[in-house]
Structures are given as C-alpha cells and as structure tokens.
C-alpha cells in the first residue's frame, strides 16, 4: 500500500497522508498524516508556526500551498484509521481468472487541526505589550 499526496508542513518536514487527509477552511486547516518514526513532541514542533504549508504528490511536485495556518489548535495521535486501500486477491471465478478486492488499510495517524491568526487575540497581545512598554517607561 502506497498513499497517494505527502504533506510538508517545514522543510524536512514531510508526511504521508492518509485517505482525504487535508482539509482547508476559511479559518482553519486539518491534516491527516502518518507519523513515522517522529515523536509526537517533534512532530509538534512541524507543525507549530508554520508559515507556508505544501501538499505533494506522489513525485514530489507540489500541488497546493497555503499560508496563514500558522496556530496549532489540537494534535491528536489516533490509532486503527483507515490510512488507504490494497487490492488482494479473493479467489478465482467461473473461468479461473483471479478475483480481486480492495481492503482498507489501517495504521496510526496524527490529526492536526491549524488556525489562522485570530485578529483579537493580536491585538489583545499588541495591548498588553503597549501596556508594559509604558509601565517600564514610568519608572524610569
């Protein structure tokens, strides 16, 4: 079984998906990957402040990037999902030709679920910086 589309969320970061494993809101983005070998703190970091997010296909090429996903939501490490199909033989017909069926293929995957930049919550920050400026400029 070989999946289809990869997912590069920073340079050497890159993951096999799984089946329909992207997904592009208007204010969030969900991934479904394959974690590999990588911990789930590393695999944390990939993810964590991205500024450009890329999905390949199977040669490498890139077929979609987006920008502005840059807020780790959630990151979840779920076990026994259907990570894509095979085709195996299921006996032979009438006329001895072989039968083929495809089968779902489970394995472990990440779902990391990004957010854009929430505009409050910037300016909350931007206060709060304004706020300590003038407290460190007042006793002076």
Known sequence: MQTTEKVRFKEG?????????????EERAEFKFLPGEKTYEQ???DVTGCARIEVLDTSGEV??????????????????????TEQVEDGQDDHGDTIYVNRDVT?????????????RKQVDDLLETVDMLVLESLEV
């Open 63 to 84: 077929m979609e990037a987006r920008t502005g996903y840059i807020y780790l939501d959630t990151l979840t490490k779920k076990k026994d999902y259907i990570i894509g």
């Open 107 to 119: 394995g472990t995957v990440m779902i990391a679920t990004l957010k854009k930049a929430d505009v």
């Open 13 to 25: 970061a890159v993951y096999d998906l799984a089946i329909g494993g992207v997904y592009f809101g």
């Open 43 to 45: 695999i944390e970091n």
